[in-house]
């Protein structure tokens, strides 16, 4: 799926929880932290990490490009 990005950067639990991926903030933060989120190829814990323009976030087989 394509999330088209307003603004400089938003934070990867935000952009879960904006995608419907998962239900909460917290949900985003407890699947951030266990190494359930892969960030342009690799897993990646952070959970306020600022996802920017042209960079891809995976999670439970749904890819997300950042436009």
């Keep these: 799926m394509d999330f ?3 603004g400089e ?3 990867m639990n935000k952009l879960l929880k904006i995608t419907y991926l998962v239900g909460t ?3 985003a933060n407890i699947r ?3 190494g359930e989120v892969e960030y342009n190829g690799q897993v990646d814990t952070r959970k306020r990490l600022k996802v920017r323009k042209g960079e ?3 999670f439970q087989e749904t890819e997300i490009n950042v436009i």
């Design 32 to 34: 951030i932290a266990e």
């Design 25 to 27: 903030g917290g949900e």
């Design 56 to 58: 891809r976030v995976v």
């Design 9 to 11: 950067y938003i934070e």
């Design 4 to 6: 088209e990005l307003k």
